[in-house]
């Protein structure tokens, strides 16, 4: 998905517990086939439901994608896959988009992280 | 990490549970400073702990990465950890390569994927 920020790029923090994550790797098809503009629409969309915690992607360029997706509890998961526009996606995903995925959904035992001691800059 | 392979890129597939997988995202700081080859070396590394299942990575060019690893138990995760070449990398990682980054650790609950139907071509 996208990120229209000018700020540095920073990996999302760690959670208070609980919380899930939502991993899915995935290889593309070549070409768009209206992937773009569907996967603006549900980044948006997801920010609406209620749970949701945050998510952020990494895409070698022609190759492996990896978006995770974090969440309160499994409710939330479940109302963001029950969506209707989510799941027209992801008939499209498989019909189109997709040579291959695969989706890993965990409960979040331990979490940390580590952020380098800065001088301040000017943007 | 590396990928010396000359077969599609395929995402890892779901494993049969019990599970876990370490989320790691991260960005780097400019320049080199040895990573690469401490990566490609704990990437053969990693493959002698048992109840390691395997991991994969994206990284945008100059921007997020992220790393999903995939063990068994909590107890492989234990073991990787307590390597010294890993603890000594991790060192590393916070003295020079990482401006940022963001660890969790799940224990899987359901997993599944997904692969297109082809054709066979040659390579």
Same mark, same amino acid.
Request: aromatic share 10%; charged share 30%.
């Given at each position: 998905? &996208? !990120? *229209? &920020? !000018?700020?540095?790029?920073?990996?999302?923090?760690? $959670?208070? @517990?609980?919380?899930?994550?939502?991993? $899915?790797?995935?290889?593309?098809?070549?070409?768009? *086939?209206?992937?773009?503009?569907?996967?603006? =629409?549900? !980044?948006?969309? %997801?920010?609406?439901?209620?749970?949701? @915690?945050? *998510?952020? &992607?990494? #895409?070698?360029?022609?190759?492996?994608?990896?978006?995770?997706?974090? $969440?309160?509890? %499994? /409710? /939330?998961?479940? #109302?963001?896959?029950?969506?209707?526009?989510h799941r027209d996606a992801q008939r499209q995903g498989r019909a189109e988009w997709y040579e291959a995925y695969t989706v890993h959904v965990a409960e979040v035992v331990r979490g940390h992280g580590? /952020?380098?001691? =800065? &001088?301040? #800059?000017?943007?």
């Amino acid at each position: 998905m &996208s !990120d *229209h &920020s !000018d700020a540095p790029v920073r990996p999302l923090p760690a $959670f208070e @517990l609980p919380y899930y994550v939502v991993v $899915f790797s995935s290889v593309r098809t070549e070409g768009d *086939h209206g992937y773009g503009e569907t996967a603006g =629409r549900l !980044d948006e969309l %997801v920010r609406e439901i209620p749970g949701y @915690l945050g *998510h952020e &992607s990494a #895409r070698k360029p022609g190759g492996l994608g990896i978006t995770v997706s974090y $969440f309160r509890d %499994v /409710a /939330a998961i479940e #109302r963001w896959r029950s969506v209707g526009d989510h799941r027209d996606a992801q008939r499209q995903g498989r019909a189109e988009w997709y040579e291959a995925y695969t989706v890993h959904v965990a409960e979040v035992v331990r979490g940390h992280g580590f /952020a380098r001691e =800065r &001088s301040e #800059r000017s943007e």
